[in-house]
């Protein structure tokens, strides 16, 4: 009986060590409105009632309507800006704040045991491709959703007061986010590690600019052989074809290098909680305690 409850603590801690480790900002500090960007612009999922939509104003410290614009999200600016589903639901919500220049995009996402599909790192990536360089973003959902609609939220908030981004930038940034929670859903391959590799392959592309779409497909082949990451020949045709829209689009990673550097360190910052810096043996360490359990447990039968 004693080795039973020993081996269901130890089981306990392993899953407190691979909990996720939630990305927060130090910059979501209330400091009132900021007179040269104006209020935060809140938008709210239409299909939430107004319960949930009092919820999430709590949740994003947005509840004084003196101090935030709000506005809904729906089906119609889905199809409107990435020519999306009219029939989709809308339900995560977002909170933008806009900062200045060198500041970057900075992606919060308060309720993460609520957005099931996409991190942090994922919505920078694709703000990033969108054109959005320098905000803080806060995401929040009252109930268990993919997370999706709260890129199309983010747009919603940047294409007003007369300022508005670009189309394609937008619908292939949509598509990047799809990518990338495809690879995680349905390629198995961890959130984290699939962040890695699309940002590690725009800074390459922004390295060595390349001119055909043999050569993107080999930046892509090279990374996926740096981080150990298999993929099937058609998820690896899906990359390709997705970057070759961004090489189409001439976006100037360039100039995004800083952000990209920024978001590697912080997928970096957050393995290295987890192994102490120590990746291989961290992982080794895994293997032997599982293998320790499992011969346990025959013992205890045996």
């Not at 509840?63 to 729906?74: P, R």
């Not at 703000?127 to 939220?153: M, Q, W």
Request: hydrophobic residues 40%.
């Amino acid at each position: 009986m004693k080795k039973i409850v020993s081996i269901c603590i130890a089981i306990l801690f392993v899953g407190l060590a691979f909990s996720p480790v939630l990305f927060a900002s130090d910059d979501t500090q209330d400091v009132g409105i900021d007179e040269k960007y104006g209020k935060p612009k809140l938008v709210l999922g239409e299909q939430l009632s107004e319960d949930q939509r009092d919820k999430v104003r709590s949740i994003l410290n947005a509840t004084d309507s003196d101090l935030v614009d709000e506005y809904i999200v729906n089906a119609q600016d889905l199809v409107n800006f990435i020519g999306g589903d009219p029939g989709s639901n809308m339900y995560s919500s977002a909170k933008i704040t806009r900062k200045g220049e060198g500041n970057g995009v900075v992606v919060n996402i308060v309720t993460p045991e609520n957005i099931t599909q996409v991190t942090n790192e994922m919505y920078a990536n694709a703000l990033l491709t969108a054109g959005i360089e320098n905000a803080l973003i806060e995401v929040a959902s009252p109930i268990k959703v993919s997370g999706h609609s709260a890129l199309t939220g983010i747009y919603k908030a940047f294409n007003v007061d007369g300022e508005t981004l670009d189309q394609d930038r937008m619908e292939v940034a949509n598509e990047e986010l799809n990518v990338a929670t495809d690879l995680s859903e349905n390629a198995g391959i961890d959130k984290e590690k699939v962040s890695e590799l699309l940002t590690e392959i725009k800074k390459q592309i922004a390295e060595q600019n390349p001119a055909t779409k043999e050569e993107v497909e080999q930046i892509i082949n090279t990374q996926l052989e740096n981080l150990n990451i298999e993929l099937s020949p058609e998820d690896r045709a899906m990359l390709t074809n997705l970057f070759e829209k961004m090489r189409d689009l001439n976006i100037d990673f360039g100039k995004l290098t800083e952000q990209l550097d920024s978001i590697v360190n912080d997928l970096k910052g957050k393995l290295d909680e987890v192994t102490g810096g120590d990746t291989e043996g961290f992982w080794q360490g895994v293997k032997d305690f599982f293998t320790n359990i499992i011969d346990s447990i025959k013992g205890i039968f045996s």
